[in-house]
């Protein structure tokens, strides 16, 4: 059974820096990948970073490019998402996500299993 826990979240200025961990216990397939999505208030779930576990491809969504960077460490089996001149745009619930496949895009229903969320929070 894969289960992903988030943390690092919190409150923090704009352009202050933050990175959250997802660790995932049971993802034992280097054919798989971990991704990030966020949620913001009245809003849908979207896209944000995504990487293949066995390897070092990334996909970004076009909002965080150039300042989020998604990485892993395979001994931990954890992945990170950091996050860095954060906007007050960026304040959402932040989930991990898994997906069995080699999938790493943005189709949320590619994904095979979810994290509880960490909220960040960025104040102007």
């Known amino acids: 059974q894969v289960q992903l826990v988030e943390s690092g979240g919190g409150l923090v200025q704009a352009g202050a820096s933050l990175r959250l961990s997802c660790q995932a216990s049971?993802?034992?397939?280097?054919?798989?990948?971990m991704g990030w999505f966020r949620q913001a208030p009245g809003k849908e779930r979207e896209f944000v970073a995504a990487?293949?576990?066995?390897?070092?491809?990334?996909n970004y969504a076009d909002p965080v490019k150039g300042r989020f960077t998604v990485s892993r460490d395979i001994a931990k089996n954890t992945v990170y998402l950091q996050m860095n001149s954060l906007k007050p745009e960026d304040t959402a619930v932040y989930y991990c996500?898994?997906?069995?496949?080699?999938?790493?895009?943005?189709?949320?229903?590619?994904?095979?299993?979810w994290g509880q969320g960490t909220q960040v929070t960025v104040s102007s």
């Open positions: 996500a898994a997906a069995n496949s080699r999938y790493y895009g943005s189709d949320a229903g590619q994904y095979d299993y």
């Open positions: 049971g993802l034992t397939s280097s054919n798989s990948a």
């Open positions: 990487i293949r576990w066995g390897g070092l491809t990334t």
